[in-house]
């Protein structure tokens, strides 16, 4: 599709049909896959997180229980010039908010075998944040090396695969993961998209990283 376009031909409109005012965070810099078929929207996190001035002047874009239709423009064209032949629709209904934050001992994990270029594969209980899946996890050797090999990222974001660019040697590993690593919802590991900065009993701050430790037999 033709870049620096995307706000202008995409809505979302209320269950009566009712255009939502400025639901997305309108970067200067859309924010697209590489082939130019994948474009990121994000809800303005101040009308997400409570306790921020725009969601207490304007209120939240979204309300649990409320349908919801976003909507693309067939006014809007491709990079050849040629617009959509309709107008393309996708209703959801809001559910309530998801504030588990991602718990990496609820992965299941299918290690190779040694002598093998099997890849070591992580299947996550949900979806986490694609970019963020591609770098912040990386296998560690027995001496604390960085393995080299490929990254996958498959299943809707629920599968991560790393093949080795040499077999797998017998021995332990740990795969090294920044706590940064968010969900869909934004919350981390370290930390939950929101955070009550009044509560008297707060966590102490998360390591950066953890290490996940597997053996290849």
């Known amino acids: ?17 009712e255009q939502v005012a400025f639901p997305f965070l309108e970067l200067a810099e859309e924010l697209w896959g590489p082939e130019g078929k994948r474009l990121t929207l994000l809800f303005d996190p101040g009308r997400i997180k409570r306790g921020l001035k725009p ?7 979204l309300e649990v229980g409320r349908s919801y239709t976003l ?23 809001v559910e309530a908010p998801d504030v588990v934050q ?19 594969i992580v299947t996550l209980p949900e979806p986490l944040d694609r970019a963020m899946l591609l770098r912040v996890l990386v296998p560690l050797d027995g001496a604390g090396g960085a393995v080299r090999g490929a990254v ?10 790393f093949t080795p660019a040499r077999p797998w040697r017998a021995g332990s590993f ?19 998209f929101e955070v009550d900065l009044t509560a008297t009993s707060r966590k102490p701050p998360a390591p950066d990283h953890i290490q996940l430790p597997f053996v290849v037999r």
């Open 174 to 192: 740990a795969l090294s993961v920044r706590t940064t690593l968010e969900d869909r919802a934004g919350n981390s590991i370290a930390r939950p």
């Open 55 to 61: 969601r207490n002047e304007v209120g939240p874009p």
């Open 1 to 17: 599709m033709r870049r620096g376009q995307a706000y202008e031909h995409i809505r979302l409109e209320d269950g009566a049909g």
């Open 71 to 93: 909507t693309i423009d067939r006014a809007w064209e491709d990079d050849r010039g040629q617009r959509l032949a309709e107008n393309h629709q996708k209703r959801s209904v």
């Open 102 to 120: 991602p718990d990496p001992t609820s992965w299941h994990w299918r290690t190779p075998a040694a002598g093998t270029l099997e890849p070591l």
């Open 152 to 161: 996958t990222v498959s299943e809707y974001e629920t599968v991560w695969g």
